[in-house]
């Protein structure tokens, strides 16, 4: 670490969906302002350029999910990993931002200085993709955006099972997706219930011997429209702009609306839940021990499935 720091007025941690976001509307609102975006690894788009699962998709409504400033155009509204990264990284080239990011930048500590009005930032950098050799140096900023969220990128969560070590088959994470995995007529276990397990079952059920999804306890699933089903009819009469905020306020409203009845009658949103599950799977699936969680709606977050795709491959008996 040797020189003067280098001063910049905002410095945004991340050069992934929140990140671009964040470092988007200070280009927008507050020009004037010195901004850099520091990224660990040498790309952007975080979540959406690491994890490569089969059907790797957002769990949340893009309408939402998307930035306001940017209108969502595609006609997904659940949409797979790379119409997403395109979308970031057309926002990035859009707003002027890929000079601004610095790749191979990891902070390694930030200090504040109440006498300075001023963090320091201790950054680890790589002079190339192709060097394990680093070097630090200290940025100063007023302020710190840190959009790195919540994953941890070098090593994903994995429980330890007894007698996992003589297990002789292939054990995969899906963070660290092998390119070449070769799945076809194997027989597959998926561990979990979550977003990631639900979108895994329907890419997966068409290829494998068997596929069955192992929970410790169920998680509420719901059925979502793969497209809007206001999205054509107003696409006739209104610009993309306008289509996207009313559907985008549309999606906002029914979230609270859901979310307060999870509070006011869990119980009556719970049994419609699982009604659906049950209209989806017929009268002699078990629904009430696969998909009958042992908590409120709500009180974590659902599972969403574009047009019951996991639900499908049940009900055809290429999942279980």
Sequence with gaps: MSGKPEFVDVLVIGAGLAGIGSACQFRRKMPQLKLAILETR?????????????????D????????????????????DGDTI?????????????NQLIRYNHKVVSAHWSSQDKLWTVTVSRSPSARSDSEEQLTI??????SCTG????????????????NFQGEIVHPQFWPEKLDYKDKRVVIIGSGATAVTLVPSMADDTASLVMLQRSPTYIAN???????????AKYLPNGWVFRLIRWKKVLLQQYIYRLSRKNPQGL?????????????PY????THFMPNYKPWDQRLCAVPDGDMFNAIREGKAE
């Design 224 to 234: 979502v429209p793969a497209e809007d089903p206001w999205l054509k009819p107003l």
């Design 150 to 165: 919540y994953f941890d990128y070098e090593q994903g969560y994995t429980p330890e099972f007894a007698g996992i070590d």
């Design 42 to 58: 040498q790309v952007s788009g975080g979540t959406w350029d690491l994890f490569r699962y089969p059907g790797i998709r957002s």
């Design 140 to 145: 100063q900023c007023r302020f710190i955006l």
């Design 270 to 282: 719970r049994r419609y839940l699982l009604n659906e599950v049950r209209k989806e799977l017929g």
């Design 60 to 79: 949340s409504d893009m309408y939402t999910y998307s930035y306001g400033f940017k209108p969502w155009t595609a006609k997904s509204a659940i949409a």
């Design 285 to 288: 699936y078990d629904v009430d």
């Design 85 to 97: 990264l395109k979308y970031i990284r057309e926002t990035a080239e859009e707003y002027g931002l």
